[in-house]
C-alpha cells in the first residue's frame, strides 16, 4: 500500500483523479481475476453474497476517489496523519459490529502508534481545505471495508472478497475519466500496471489476515507503512531520514511487539487449559 500511494502521488501530478482509479482498478480486476481463475475456475466466482459485494465495492469505490483526490489537494504527511486514524476508527468498532474483544493493551498499541506517527510526520497546519474532507471520508469507507472483508471472511473466499471490490471503482473511473482522458505513455502506463499489482495484492494479502486474525489485532500493524514510506524516500528519492523518523518507527515496532506478546502468552494460556 505504501508503494501504491508513492507511485499514485507521481501520476496524479499529470492524470486526473478518475483516470488513475479507472486504470487502477481496471488492471487490479484483471490481475486478480486471473488469480481466482487459476485457484477456482470460473466456478469460484459465484456467490452467495451479491448485496455485500454491492456495498463493499461502493465503498471502495468512495475510499478509491476520495483518497486520490486528497493526494492531489494536500501534503502527503498530512493525509497520512489522517488515513492512519483508520487503526483507531477499527478497533472502536470492532467490538460492536464483529463483537470482537478489545482489551486494554490493544487500545494502548493503537494509540501509543498513532503517537508514533505523529512522532514522525510532524503534519502542519494545513487541513482546513477540501482536501481534508476527502481524506475523511476516505478513512471511514476504508475502515468499512475492513470491517467487512473481516464479517464475510468466513462466508467467502479472499480470492472473491478482493476481485469483487474493483468493479465499481473501475466502472466509475472510466465513466469519469471519459472526457478528460490523457492517452499515457509507456512509461506512465507502466506506473498504472504498478498501482493496479499493488493495490490489488495488498487487497489479498489483506484479506488473508483477516481470514487469520481479528481486526483490532491487526490494525496497529498498518502503522508500518510509514517505515516502508521513509524507506523509500531514502533509497529511491535521497530524502534524509532524521532522528524524528527513528525514533516514531521505534515506538510503532515497539507497540507491534506488545501486541505478539501478548497474543501469544493468550494462545499459550488458551492451549493450556484446553489441555
Known amino acids: 500500500m505504501a508503494a501504491l500511494d508513492i507511485i499514485a502521488k507521481v501520476l496524479l501530478y499529470k492524470y486526473s483523479v478518475f483516470q488513475l482509479t479507472f486504470l487502477r482498478g481496471l488492471i487490479s480486476l484483471v490481475i486478480l481475476g486471473m488469480i481466482g481463475f487459476y ?25 478509491s476517489y476520495t483518497f486520490f483526490a486528497a493526494l492531489a489537494l494536500l501534503p502527503l504527511v498530512n493525509i497520512m496523519v489522517i488515513v492512519f486514524i483508520a487503526p483507531i476508527i477499527i478497533t472502536a468498532l ?23 506517527v505523529i512522532v514522525i510526520l510532524q ?4 487541513f482546513s481545505s477540501k482536501g481534508t474532507w476527502y481524506a475523511l ?19 467467502e473466499s479472499v480470492s472473491n472478497l478482493s476481485f469483487y471490490i474493483f468493479i465499481g471503482p473501475t466502472i466509475m473511473g472510466a465513466m469519469g475519466s471519459y472526457y478528460s482522458w490523457i492517452p499515457p505513455i509507456p512509461w506512465d502506463f507502466f506506473l498504472f500496471f504498478l ?30 507503512g510509514l517505515i516502508w514510506a521513509s524507506l523509500a524516500g531514502y533509497f529511491i528519492f535521497n530524502e534524509v531520514v532524521d532522528s ?20 501469544s502468552r493468550s494462545t499459550k494460556t488458551n492451549e493450556n487449559s484446553l489441555s
Open 39 to 63: 485457484l477456482h475456475g470460473f466456478e469460484g466466482f459465484k456467490t452467495k453474497i451479491p448485496g455485500w459485494h454491492f456495498l463493499r465495492t461502493c465503498l471502495m469505490s468512495l475510499s
Open 94 to 116: 470492532s467490538g460492536p459490529l464483529l463483537n470482537e474483544k478489545v482489551g486494554m493493551w490493544r487500545w494502548c498499541a493503537v494509540l501509543v502508534g498513532f503517537l508514533g
Open 123 to 126: 503534519p502542519s497546519a494545513e
Open 137 to 155: 471520508i476516505g478513512v471511514i469507507t476504508y475502515s468499512l471495508t475492513a470491517l467487512t472483508a473481516r464479517k464475510l471472511s468466513d462466508r
Open 195 to 224: 498501482t493496479g499489482l499493488t493495490g490489488g495484492l495488498a487487497f489479498i494479502f489483506f484479506n488473508l489476515a483477516l481470514q487469520k486474525a481479528e481486526a483490532s489485532l491487526l490494525t496497529s500493524f498498518e502503522y508500518t
Open 244 to 263: 524524528r523518523v527513528w525514533l516514531g518507527a521505534i515506538i510503532i515496532i515497539f507497540c507491534g511487539i506488545i501486541i505478539l506478546y501478548r497474543e
